[in-house]
């Protein structure tokens, strides 16, 4: 199941309308840049918040969602505004909207029944498509930073708080998408998680929900309004207090579950470990960094899972040098048979072959990239960032097959971080990053 393919009923009919492009996670869009044959133009804003996504709703209808750097100083809040897509103008925006105080990089949806959702810090928000205004506001029963955020195909959302190793259950909540009232009992998971969450619908009508936990990996099923963890499909990627971090997001493909480890960087693990999280009473500067050295001296690994055979894991470690990290998750493309993973800590970017079933190295290439990318298998292009030795966001395209870089664009952004690309349609691309949103696109 491909999600470029098959429109998901809880979303509004759009091609990008949920971060990834659906809950797979799979980051695929449909049609082509050909950047290697085009010229790029850029056109960047800078401003105050922690932009962390675009999504489309109606055709030419945009949004971007984020947060503000409110690390230290006046509190936080979440924040969305539609947008002129070619001047990134905004057109409307949303009132300030609570968040517990807590600075993390939250979600955004437009969902089928109309509404632009938000989730960020422990608020939920159904907001109107026009002004964006509140409809409905619902605080959730953990108080905690949450990430992800997904529509299932019955409707209800669900969401999850973020929790490190030795914090305690991470909060699974599915709540109605009119009302925002909670629908059933929270699922409480035997582990922290700090990845977003993935879906998958099969074509039975059969959804399952993925989670990335501290030591495993979650199935969970919907009995009823009931979330209930999947007995037989449990598999361990870590061990406590590892020489290799956490997981980020999963990406399903190919009947496989995707996972890069090593994902709670210093960074991370100072924003968690903070209440409300990520608010200090002095300017944490540096100390928020993902350049700093890693907590552990496992290298990075990418982990290949079959969904119907949890003993079928196959592990690499593309780079093989110590103290690996990242902030942001693999994807897998299925029609080159090709895995991408890089190493955001001490650079570096692969193509790892899965064909036959097996993992190995296909090509490296010497960049720096941290943010989630988007594929264009069509072209066979795939497009990430590169933060310079010269401090500058650059959005690059890179050739699926070969490694083969085949443009590159500076964005105007000196904050790298792991937020989201998301494809325009029209041969563009919309970057998001802290201070930083823009839009490249070719002719």
Known sequence: MRDRTSSHPGYWPSAWPVECGGNRRQKASPGRLDAASGAASVI????????????????????????????????????VERIDPNTLDVLAASPQLPCGDHVWCGAILAHANGSIMSVNGNYLHRLDPDDLSILV??????????????ALADGSLITKDLRLEGQGGTTLTRLDPGSLEILGQPLVLPEGSMGRIAANLELDGTETVYVPGTEHLWRIHLEGDELVIDAEWQPRYRTTDDRFGLSWDACLSDDVCWAMDCGDVASVRRIHQTEPNGRFGTPPGRDLSWRLDAPWDGPQRLHRISLTDPTAHVVIEPFGTAGGGI?????????????????????????????DGGLEVAWHLDVRASMQPVVFPESGELVINDFTAAGTDDVIVVDIATGALL?????????????????????????????TVARIAWS
């Open 137 to 150: 506001e619902r605080r959730l029963p953990a108080d905690r930073s949450h990430n992800g955020l997904l």
């Open 407 to 435: 443009d590159r664009v500076a964005t105007g952004s000196r904050i790298a971080n792991g937020m989201f690309l998301t494809p325009g349609g029209n041969r563009d691309i919309f970057y998001c990053s802290t201070l």
């Open 44 to 79: 960047s804003r800078h401003d105050d918040k922690w932009h962390v996504m675009a999504i489309e709703r109606n055709s030419g209808q945009w949004y971007v969602g984020g947060t503000m750097a409110a690390f230290s100083g006046p509190p936080p809040f979440g924040w």
């Open 327 to 355: 902030i942001a998750p693999p994807v897998h493309v299925p029609e080159f048979d090709m895995a991408i993973a890089w190493d955001s800590i001490n650079g570096g970017l692969a193509g790892v072959s899965t064909a």
